[in-house]
C-alpha cells in the first residue's frame, strides 16, 4: 500500500487535476490519496472565516459565493458530466452557507475550522468524480469520519486508538475486498462531538504520515511544483539545489527552523514505522526527487530558511530577578494563552529575547499582557535568517545591507534576526 498526498499547487486548475489523476491511476497497488484544497482556497476560506467573525455576514457570504461559483466552473471544465459532481459539492456549500447565517458566539478558531475545512472537502469531491470518468476504482472518505482528535481547534492533536480503529474499518477493509484508490481529505479531523477541527496549517502532509503509520504504507509520496527538497525557496535563490537524500532528523531540524517543505508534525510517525517519505515533482514525475528515510545523508549543501514578516520581543524583569525561573515560567504561559511560538529566543540574566511570527494582533496582545509584569519592546519589521551547514563566506553575502539584531550558533546552524539598514 502506498500514500499519495497532492497540495493545492497541483490542483489549481482542471489541467493539474488531470495530470494530478493521471499519476494516481497509474499506480497499480492500493493507494490512498491525501489532498488539499485547490490552490488560494484556503487563504480565500480565511477571508471569509473573519468577515464573519467581525459580524459582516453578507461579505462573508460575497466571499464565499466567489469560492462556491468557481469550484461549480472547475467541475464543468474537468467532466464530461458535471451535475452528479456539483450536488455532490452542494452539501458542503450548505454546510458553511447555514453557519454564516448565525452570530459568533464561541471562539475565532471554532469558526475558522468549521469554514476552512470546506477546502478539502471540495477539492476531493472534483478528484473523486473524474477519477470515475476514468473508470478507476475509487472511493471518496469523509476525514472527518475517520480522523478523530480534541478540540482545540487550529492545532487539533489526533487521538490515534480511535482513529486506528476507524482506519482498520473505513481503510483496510476496502482495500482488502479490492478498492483500488482511496481518496479522502488533508489538514482536517473531527471531535468527539463532530465538530470540524483542522491540525495546522499545511497539515495535510501531516494527515498523509498518520494514515502511513497506521496503515502501515510501503512509502509516503508528497507531490509538489519542485522537482525535489532545495536547498533554498528557488523563486528567491535561483541558485538553489536539489538535495536527492535526506533523513529524519535532517528533515525535522529543517522544519523546525522553517523550511516549507515539510509539516513538522510529519516526521515522526513515518520514523516511528521506518517509512520513507518521497517528495516529487508533479510538472515531471520522472524526476528522482528526494528520498528522506533513516540513513546517513553524507555530505550537504547550505540550506537556507528565510523568514520575513517578524517581531523581536524584548522581556525584561522589572524587580533585577533572574529570568529563568518564575518569570520565564509566566511567560511561557502568555505565549500559550496568544499561541505563539517563538523562532528564536535568547536569554541574560534578567531579559528575555524572543522573535516570533509578526501576526500583530496576537504580538501586540501578548506585549500588553507581559506589560503588567515586565518591561516589553517590540522591535518590527524584521527578518530572520536561518543557515544549516553554513560557512561565513555564504553568511556575510546573505545578511549583506542588514543589521544584526540577534545571532545565534551552533556546530551546523546560524541563525540572524535582521533589519534592513535603511531603516
Not at 471569509?48 to 461559483?69: H, M, P, S, T, Y
Not at 481529505?185 to 495546522?200: C, V
Not at 504520515?209 to 496503515?215: G, N, P, R, T, W
Not at 517528495?279 to 528526494?290: A, D, H, Q, S, Y
Amino acid at each position: 500500500m502506498l500514500v499519495y498526498k497532492f497540495g493545492g499547487a497541483s490542483i489549481q486548475n482542471a489541467e493539474r487535476f488531470k495530470n494530478a489523476a493521471q499519476i494516481m491511476v497509474q499506480v497499480k497497488e492500493p493507494l490512498l490519496v491525501v489532498i488539499s484544497a485547490m490552490d488560494k482556497t484556503t487563504n480565500a476560506l480565511e477571508k471569509v472565516a473573519e468577515a464573519f467573525f467581525n459580524g459582516d455576514k453578507d461579505l462573508a457570504l460575497e466571499r464565499f459565493n466567489l469560492i462556491k461559483q468557481s469550484h461549480i466552473q472547475l467541475a464543468g471544465a474537468l467532466l464530461q458530466s458535471p451535475q452528479k459532481a456539483v450536488d455532490a459539492l452542494h452539501p458542503f456549500f450548505t454546510e458553511v452557507e447555514w453557519l454564516l447565517h448565525d452570530t459568533p458566539v464561541r471562539s475565532y478558531d471554532y469558526y475558522y475550522d468549521q469554514i476552512v475545512c470546506c477546502g478539502e472537502l471540495l477539492s476531493t469531491t472534483l478528484m473523486y468524480h473524474y477519477a470515475l470518468e476514468l473508470n478507476a476504482s475509487t472511493v471518496w472518505l469523509d476525514v472527518r469520519d475517520i480522523i478523530r482528535t480534541d478540540n482545540t481547534f487550529r492545532d487539533a492533536v489526533v487521538d490515534w486508538q480511535y482513529t486506528n480503529t476507524r482506519i482498520q474499518q473505513a481503510v483496510m477493509s476496502r482495500f482488502q475486498s479490492g478498492t483500488g484508490i482511496i481518496i479522502t481529505q488533508g489538514f482536517i479531523g473531527a471531535t468527539d462531538e463532530n465538530e470540524s477541527t483542522t491540525l495546522g496549517r499545511e497539515g495535510s502532509d501531516y494527515t498523509a504520515a498518520v494514515f502511513a503509520h497506521l496503515i502501515q504504507a510501503a512509502s509516503v509520496t508528497i507531490w509538489k511544483d519542485v522537482e525535489a527538497v532545495m536547498s533554498a525557496d528557488p523563486r528567491l535563490y535561483p541558485d538553489s539545489v536539489a538535495i536527492p537524500h535526506l533523513n529524519y532528523l535532517e528533515v525535522i531540524e529543517m522544519a523546525y527552523y522553517g523550511a516549507q517543505v515539510i509539516h513538522p508534525k510529519t516526521i515522526k510517525p513515518l520514523q516511528n514505522k521506518n517509512i520513507p517519505l518521497l517528495v516529487k515533482c508533479f510538472l515531471n514525475p520522472t524526476l528522482p526527487g528526494t528520498r528522506i528515510d533513516a540513513t546517513h545523508p553524507g555530505k550537504l549543501p547550505p540550506v537556507i530558511i528565510h523568514k520575513n514578516h517578524q517581531a523581536l520581543v524584548h522581556f525584561q524583569s522589572r524587580d533585577f530577578s533572574f529570568v529563568e525561573g518564575a518569570p520565564a515560567h509566566l511567560l511561557r504561559e502568555y505565549f500559550e494563552l496568544q499561541k505563539v511560538k517563538s523562532n528564536l529566543a535568547q536569554h541574560t540574566a534578567i531579559s528575555l529575547l524572543c522573535c516570533f511570527d509578526d501576526h500583530p494582533q496576537k504580538i501586540d496582545a501578548l506585549a500588553s499582557m507581559a506589560a503588567t509584569t515586565f518591561d516589553v519592546t517590540v522591535q518590527r519589521p524584521l527578518k530572520l535568517l536561518t543557515i544549516r551547514h553554513y560557512n561565513q563566506e555564504l553568511l556575510q553575502q546573505l545578511t549583506e545591507g542588514y543589521k544584526i539584531i540577534v545571532e545565534q550558533r551552533t556546530t551546523d546552524t546560524v541563525q540572524c534576526v535582521l533589519a534592513e539598514i535603511n531603516r
